[in-house]
């Protein structure tokens, strides 16, 4: 398969197992839900990078080529509470599982950017994967798009943090607004920033 070596999955492409690609976003931010994204690709070279690099509407465009190229996708979510609850990690791999249970057909291998989630299958997770491998790329283009219409949302339904243009990380404008709101029923309680910040929300809403 000349055509696709260098990337993380050539080596389980040229056996003709499918390989899905797994990705997070939002496990740094100081508010809102994990999100990820489970990708199976066909064989191939495609245009797909590191979301982080691509502007909004890049991202858009290419969540729709993802979508009308795969073999298969699909996103899993941890929510706020699950994040407090278990931590971030274990919520990121509780969302991955969601998201790979949902393949159909389902993966025979699977790429992850550094990403250990447990499984039966051949797994590659090393890091940055989401800049040599197609499929991870893919996963986190799905998975950052649907994210930032989460908070966007959730912008609307709890105004004043700048959910809409941070996506609930930590920026300065974030910080402020913590400080002078208090934490907002979406915002993650085990990170500093926010358990260090007066409660202010009122209660019930």
Not at 123 to 149: C, E, G, T, W, Y
């Amino acid at each position: 398969m000349e055509e696709v070596q260098g990337c993380l999955e050539a080596s389980f492409w040229s056996l003709g197992l499918r390989v899905a690609g797994v990705d997070e976003a939002g496990r740094g931010a100081w508010a809102g839900p994990i999100v990820v994204g489970a990708v199976i690709l066909p064989p191939g070279r495609y245009p797909f990078r590191d979301s982080k690099l691509l502007r909004p509407k890049e991202r858009e465009r290419l969540a729709e080529e993802v979508r009308r190229v795969a073999l298969a996708h699909a996103l899993g979510v941890a929510e706020v509470g699950e994040v407090d609850r278990l931590g971030v990690l274990k919520a990121t791999l509780l969302a991955a599982q969601r998201a790979l249970d949902l393949l159909d057909p389902p993966p025979e291998a699977l790429v992850t950017d550094y990403l250990r989630v447990s499984t039966s299958l051949p797994l590659l997770a090393p890091p940055k994967a989401d800049q040599n491998s197609p499929s991870v790329a893919a996963a986190s283009i799905l998975a950052k798009v649907h994210r930032d219409r989460l908070m966007v949302e959730l912008d609307r339904l709890y105004p004043g943090y700048g959910f809409a243009r941070h996506k609930g990380y930590g920026t300065p404008e974030h910080q402020e607004a913590l400080l002078a709101l208090g934490p907002s029923p979406v915002h993650r309680r085990r990170f500093v920033p926010v358990a260090q910040a007066p409660l202010r929300f009122a209660e019930g809403e």
